[in-house]
């Protein structure tokens, strides 16, 4: 497995933003990596919800969404060189509060990216709290 490590969760207003980083260790981009890295969050009592997802083919994005709930208030981009993925959160309300995770797999698709079953490597998650 790819170790991941996030980082970025707080406790915020409504309204307020955040952005969350989520690391691969030990990852090395080349012109042919592929490379799906998507942000899931979970709140208490729901199941794993898939935020957003980013999925390179070297230096092509291949796919990039988010997911209804939060389209056009977050945002999903990578810093290559550093192995990071980013979610910017814009405008965040009650319900964005949860444990975000990331997960990476080398493979994704439209039909599968927002399923938990595509990752083969999960972080720990870091905490997110909205209060209204």
């Known amino acids: 497995q790819v170790p991941l490590m996030e980082s970025g969760g707080d406790s915020v207003q409504a309204g307020g933003s955040l952005r969350l980083s989520c690391t691969v260790s030990g990852y090395v981009h080349t012109r042919d990596s592929r490379k799906c890295m998507a942000w899931f969050r979970q709140a208490p009592g729901k199941e794993r919800e898939g935020v957003a997802v980013l999925y390179t083919v070297g230096e092509a994005t291949a796919l990039s969404k988010v997911s209804a709930s939060v389209r056009g208030r977050f945002a999903i981009s990578q810093d290559s060189a550093k192995s990071t993925v980013y979610l910017q959160m814009n405008n965040m309300i009650s319900e964005d509060t949860a444990m975000y995770y990331c997960?990476?797999?080398?493979?994704?698709?439209?039909?599968?990216?927002?399923?938990?079953?595509?990752?083969?490597?999960w972080g720990q998650g870091t905490r997110v709290t909205v209060s209204s």
């Open positions: 997960a990476f797999n080398e493979y994704c698709g439209t039909s599968n990216w927002y399923l938990p079953r595509t990752y083969n490597a």
